[in-house]
């Protein structure tokens, strides 16, 4: 198979979406757009969604696509925070507790993978595609209906210990990997003779 054909799948096309979508939802929230902001934001929610699901079951996973969607990930996120941080900061500024802790991992979790494999975490971790879920719908929640203690605790506890799993996985493994699912099979692979 020719190696742009890889290149040009419709995940990563997604992912690709992802990356150029970012600078727009942030420019979105610093012009104080709200409804331009929720519906980009959405749309690369959704397509966060999409791209990992259609690589896995169109058989297209590829080391470049797992690269784009943990780089799309990181501004995506990025740009969400940019968001809230633009609408609806008091809530957060109430209780940082959370947001802080959360955010403190996950910069452990990324400084922990770039001094190790010279690679932002692209694991794909179960917990992680957990977290995002939890994540997205607690953000549906603040920008639709309203902020909720209970979905901001939850959120970031989810998003938090996903953060602290990388951190774990990435100090056990020798060689960067992507699809690992979870420390559980990391512990059982390295257990086999």
Same mark, same amino acid.
């Given at each position: ?6 290149t ?12 150029? &979508? ?21 749309i ?10 259609? &690589? /896995?079951r169109?058989?297209?996973? *590829? /080391?470049?696509?797992?690269r ?34 959360f ?5 452990i979790?990324?400084?922990? *993978?770039?001094?190790?494999?010279? /690679? ?57 990997? *992507? ?8 512990l ?6």
């Open positions: 198979m020719d190696p742009r054909a890889r040009w799948t419709a995940a990563n096309l997604l992912s690709f979406y992802r990356l150029l &979508a970012a600078p727009a939802v942030t420019w979105a929230a610093l012009s104080q757009q709200r409804g331009l902001f929720i519906g980009l934001i959405l690369s929610l959704a397509t966060d969604a999409l791209d990992g699901m259609l &690589a /896995r169109w058989k297209e996973e *590829t /080391r470049l696509g797992a784009l969607d943990a780089l799309a990930d990181s501004l995506t996120l990025g740009a969400g925070l940019v968001g809230v941080w633009v609408f609806e900061r008091a809530p957060f500024l109430a209780a940082p507790g959370w947001l802080l802790t955010l403190a991992t996950l910069a979790a990324t400084v922990v *993978t770039l001094v190790k494999f010279r /690679r932002l975490p692209a694991f794909h971790l179960c917990s992680f595609k957990f977290a995002d879920v939890v994540l997205t719908g607690f953000f549906l929640a603040v920008f639709l209906y309203d902020f909720l203690p209970w979905a901001y605790a939850l959120a970031m506890s989810a998003a938090t210990l996903a953060a602290m799993e990388i951190i774990v996985v990435a100090l056990l493994i020798d060689r960067f990997r *992507t699809d690992l699912k979870g420390l559980w099979w990391v059982k692979a390295r257990r086999r003779p």
